[in-house]
């Protein structure tokens, strides 16, 4: 292509050519490479030109003879010294602020003419091309941006020259020497201090949102160069700018440190899920090839209970790709000043953008925007809006910039977050299964000097029902304390052949229970099999319901049937129903759940099954778990047929009971244990097969119960040779539990009745505790449990 070349038409500017074809001005010297290079290439030029007011050109270094007057030598750092002419041509005043762009470097130097050069030369001082990198090709152009006043600079020393302390006289120094310069984020500086030449690099930014004024025409252009200068923002320093000056080094070794920290291979359990999140992540960052000019979403959201490892696995895949990164906590970023948070959130998704590829973390982000409500205040609002916008940017360009966020509250979320093109990968980081502990517990033993066997960590991870990953940890950590605190207490340092052992672990368990249980735990009496006399009946039906399908889960998928959901005890007072529950919470090793009718009703509406809901959530959350409820028939009471029905509190309660037992919601390995006396006044809708799938009548103890039972009382009371147990059994015809054991306990008193210092319980003692004592179950109560067995089976 033969380029058409015209003078300038001003004399000031006769030594330079216009091309007629591309329009770039250049100097007669350029004219020959020009011809075969029109139009240049404006990223790699090999002859310098102007093009749309900007001087495409090449770095020099700065050694005039005959320096500029009036100005002390210290400020020609700051300075650029380009042609008169060229000057004009670029609109550029002398003193404008100029900004010099040197590869992937930008900073801002004052404008200055200079004669002793050729018309487009560019040169800098030494000290400043060597500062900021500033070698080779060059683009000038006047700063025509909005500058940002800076309230806090956070800066790091980088030079050969340390200080050991911050001190008010290099606080003052920083002030006047860097008092009306812009810069940005990355730039270089530096300062004299007593012979020494300090030098620093700007970290972070903190704007106070006094922006220089800038006239109405310049705001305009600025529409066009926001992209020529990549989003890049400037700030101005004032006098009251804060200076806070960060160890380098120990910046360094925080980074090291974290990456050290947070491995992939130290997580355990989630490899799945952890590969689909990567799988998203490579293509969000431009590390796997996508599939047209289609961008997929950039959004990723980790959800799940408290301390199930959401953060951990984030920082791990951060970690991992070892990118450019920024945490977003919404502590950090609340401000009271109206629009503040909103700009901070802006420079960070404007940072990332700039170091692409990145990725932004925000923790809890649900505690950042919440939803959207009647209560939800100006500011929470504003910054959703402007979280929404922010989202809708990245994923509307290409730039490698994908956004993780994490929540323990999902319903929390805003609905417009959770769409396609904003967050629509969504990850439960779920409960652990005992599988799934098994690993993550190996990969915390670990780096922990132990002798637990392959069958100890499998036996841990089976009884650690619904232990999250932060629960396992607390384990760890108690175990390791129980060791410490049987150590000798001695000033020599911890032998390092100390081991954790499994009684160290089994005493720990004892402690630590599941973080979701706390809000609901209860402390189960420590009650076995073996303390309840009799009932073999009963124990194994409730070993079926419960016991058998953590056990042998395969047994049932292999008959394809699902467990029990619900067992009922019912029978006389005092048959030990509540004691057999206990004593399968103690047995079966599975969260335990106890309701209290009376716990559960309120007087605000709505209050009662919000309680009930919160009772199955808990116990899903933490399955497989046992709910007990003693005394069902107060909270499960028939519904009446009057008009009013359903307008009571109990009536409302017992329907959220039966929707929880079977409704859309999987139960999950979740059985309700339920005990009554009067099973005749349960609604039947909860007595129907998918609810209380499993009725059993608990009757008066038999010959063989009674006998169980004073044997397990009398084994640990002294009694006399002449007290014979048959007797007493044949004595105790009609008696509930609960009668013979008061019996028993009667028969002690009148031993101490006669001498506190007695030793020895007679059969007298016994006579006298059988007279006081009688049975108390009427036989219209026997009759009315009789009728009801026959009318349900």
Known sequence: MTSKVKESGRKSLSSWLTCEICQSILSQKDLTIHHTNCPPNF?????????????????????SLEQPKNIHEREFDDMIFISQSALQLCEIAIGDSVLVTVGENKIVKTAWPTKDKSLTSVSITKHAIELNNLRGLVKIQKLDCLINGAKEFIICNVGKHTLPEVTIELNIILKNYNEQKIFAVGNKFSIPFYGKRLIYKIIKIISDNCGEN??????FKQLNFADQIHDIKFYKAFYNTKWTILNEEQNKKQEEYKKIKY?????????????????????????????????????????????????????????????????IYSSD????SLGETEKKLQDIFMEAKAKAPSIILIEEIDSLCPKRSTSSTDHERRVLSQLITLFDDIQNTNNNVVILATTSKLDLVDSSLRRPGRIDKEFEIYVPTPSMRADIFKKMLSKIPNTLSLEDIQNIAFVTHGFVGADLYGLCSQAILNVVKHQPKTNVATDFSTKVTISDFNRALTVIKPSAMKEVLIEVPNVR?????????????????????????EVFFRMGITPPKGVLMFGPPGCSKTMIAKAL????????LNIKGPELFSKWVGESEKAVREVFRKARQVSPSIIFIDEI??????????VTAGSNVQERVLAQLLTELDGVTALGSVTLVAATNRPDKIDKALLRPGRLDRIIYVPLPDYETRQEIFDIKLRNMPIAEDVQIQDLVDLTEGYSGAEIQAICHEAAIKALEEDLNATIITKEHFKAALAIITPRTPPSLINLYNDYINKIY
Not at 333 to 336: A, F, M
Not at 636 to 641: L, Q, V
Request: charged content about 20%.
């Open 214 to 219: 800038i006239n109405l025409p310049q705001q």
């Open 633 to 642: 028939d107060a909270l499960g009471g028939e519904r009446s047929s009057s």
């Open 529 to 553: 099999w073996s303390d309840i006399g009799g009932q073999k009946d009963l124990k194994l039906k409730l070993k079926q319901a419960i016991e058998w399908p953590l056990c042998h889960p």
């Open 43 to 63: 990223e790699i030029w090999n002859h310098d030109f102007i093009y749309n007011n900007v001087l495409y050109s090449t770095v020099e270094t700065y050694n």
């Open 263 to 327: 491995k992939i291979q130290d997580i355990g359990g989630y490899d799945k899920v952890i590969e689909d999140i990567k799988d998203v992540l490579d293509i969000g960052l431009g590390k796997s090839q996508n599939l047209g000019d289609f961008y997929i979403s950039k959004g990723i959201l980790l959800y799940g209970t408290a301390g199930v490892g959401k953060s951990i696995i984030s920082n791990a895949l951060i970690s991992e790709y070892d990118i450019n990164s920024v945490t």
């Open 333 to 336: 970023i609340y401000s009271k």
């Open 585 to 592: 919470a103690t047995e079966s090793k599975v969260n335990f």
